[in-house]
């Protein structure tokens, strides 16, 4: 399932994957390697991301004594929420439609 902005591709599974596994290890790169991805394809993704939305997904503080840390912003956490609730909802509608019994043929 992927959520669209005009027409633009905004969130789908590699996506939310990947904003997922930034939001627990607070890294691109160990984000990236999380979700299977390049370091490449996961920045990418971000700024494909950013520039659909028109404002920042993540926010990065550089190294320091502390080290440095990526976090998403409060946006992004809610945009990542509705994208699981709506991913949810899909996946109960699917299993409750072929849990259903299927319809006699017509004529029987």
Known sequence: MTLTKNGSSVIGEREARLLEAVDRVRSIKDAANEAGISYRTAWSAIQQMEQTLGRPIVVS??????????????????????????????EDALSRAWAAPEPAPAGD
């Open 61 to 90: 503080r550089a190294g320091g004594p502390g080290g440095g840390a990526t976090t998403l912003t409060d946006e992004c956490r809610r945009l990542l929420s509705l994208y699981q609730d709506l991913r949810r909802r899909l």
